[in-house]
Nanobody, 121 residues
Framework: QVQLVESGGGLVQPGGALRLSCAAS????????MRWYRQAPGKERELVAG???????NYADSVTGRFTISRDNAENRVYLQMNSLKPEDTAVYYC???????????????WGQGTQVTVSS
């Protein structure tokens, strides 16, 4: 079994900051790209940020300059530092990873269960 578990969500005022964390656990052989997605009520899930194993990030235009993605390969973790939060950032944030289980030769895509981020005064 492999699990991705997010943490760090919550309620924050506009202009505030939050740091999301995602831990991958279980029979992990190797993790390639890791990503953060979000889904707001009534909207489609969208890619927020991604990062290669080597640490190269990419961001959605809407969060560039405000959010920073990082990862710890030794701990199988990915983080999302969110600054200058806006009400439109309110969504459920999901961790996503391309990984190979230790008992497999093939890569699959895995999702976490999500963590709620609410930006409101």
């Amino acid at each position: 079994q492999v699990q991705l578990v997010e943490s760090g969500g919550g309620l924050v005022q506009p202009g505030g900051a939050l740091r999301l964390s995602c831990a991958a656990s279980g029979r992990i052989g190797f993790i390639k790209a890791m990503r953060w997605y979000r889904q707001a009520p009534g909207k489609e899930r969208e890619l927020v940020a991604g990062i290669t194993r080597g640490g190269t990030p990419n961001y959605a235009d809407s969060v560039t300059g405000r959010f920073t993605i990082s990862r710890d390969n030794a701990e199988n973790r990915v983080y999302l530092q969110m600054n200058s939060l806006k009400p439109e950032d309110t969504a459920v944030y999901y961790c996503n990873a391309d990984l190979r289980r230790s008992d497999s030769l093939y890569y699959s895509n895995y999702w976490g269960q999500g963590t709620q981020v609410t930006v409101s005064s």
